[in-house]
């Protein structure tokens, strides 16, 4: 077995769509277990439709997702089609992942509940939208609604007086996929040990808290109003974007001795010892004094000719690229992330993470819709057939 396959022999069904259950197969079965997607016969998961662009009929976010996984078609509500994949869990399934909207897999015989009661191994992680408690847990939701409601989105933006902005890719939903993953992963090394799975839950809601951590820390310490910090990061200072002659570039001076490299890299090192600017915290305090300093300093410079410089001052920054240039780059390239799969398969970005040098292979293409479903639950398919 590759030591970047350790999920190897474990097999898990994914009763999702979209983004945050597929998220979380995503991870599993790059590290290597047999991950059975499961998919509505009337058009599948909605994610092969968010597009254009397609590739093989497939839209970015399904194409991304759902490679290294087997689809199988089954109309869950078709008694005898669910009670099929009811019995493929029992028999064959290691864990299962779900984010239908709250109840609706335990009404179908799908559920938690149920599946544990007849197999105390298995492990259900169920994905919410707000949680499995509260007055909001029977409420849908989706990664811009849980960015607004979760507090994301007050601190993402230019200022106060400009719109809210959402962060330009599913964040809440991907990061409700990893906790997918992670609670999995855990109820299987606990199992291990006593032969007993798990109701693994999380949600997008509690994912939204999660990633606020910090914000939610500073409001709770300072009782202020936590404001939007447009390319910065609030209680540091310089740690954003400036505007150079041809673009913009990220000075990330996030200390006092880089601050200082900082100030002689600009040929004002009397700013080191300034009181204003000595200490991050006064740096902070009197930000309006020293960043329209730092940019009219930026302005004087291309992004290349001022990355050099700040390069050779090792003060930490970087351009602000575009999605191509970042497929281009020669970081990028070398860390063979953005991988080309075998033949057919689009390339798409692999799992962030090596063992002991190996990234996770890319196995198999993003599967048609119910590609699979003859090898899986062959009975349903003659039965489609007729």
Known sequence: MSHSQPLAGFTVVEIGHSVAAP??????????????????????DAARGWGPPFHAGSAPHFTAFNRDKQSVSVDLRDPQQCAALRELILEKADAVICNLRAGAAEALGVGPIGLRAANPALVYCEIGAFGHA????GKPGYDPLMQAYGGMMSITAESVERPPIRVGVSIIDMGSGMWGAIGIMGALIERRRTGVGAHVRTSLFETALAWTATPICRQQMSGMPQLP?????????????????????????????LFAKLARAMDRPEMAADERFRTNRQRVTHKNELLPVIEAFAANYGNQELSALLDAADVPNAPVQTIEQVVKDPQTLALGILQQGPEGAFPTVGLP???DGERPAYREAAPTLGQHTGEWLPVQEKEVQQ
């Open 23 to 44: 998220y979380t197969g995503f991870i599993l079965a790059g590290l290597g277990a047999e991950l059975i997607k499961v998919e509505n016969p009337e058009g599948g």
């Open 134 to 137: 509260g007055p909001m847990a």
């Open 229 to 257: 910090q447009g390319s910065g990061a609030a209680g540091i200072v310089p740690y954003q974007a400036f505007k150079t002659s041809d673009g913009w570039l990220v000075i990330g001076a996030g200390n006092d001795g």
């Open 353 to 355: 993470l090596t063992f």
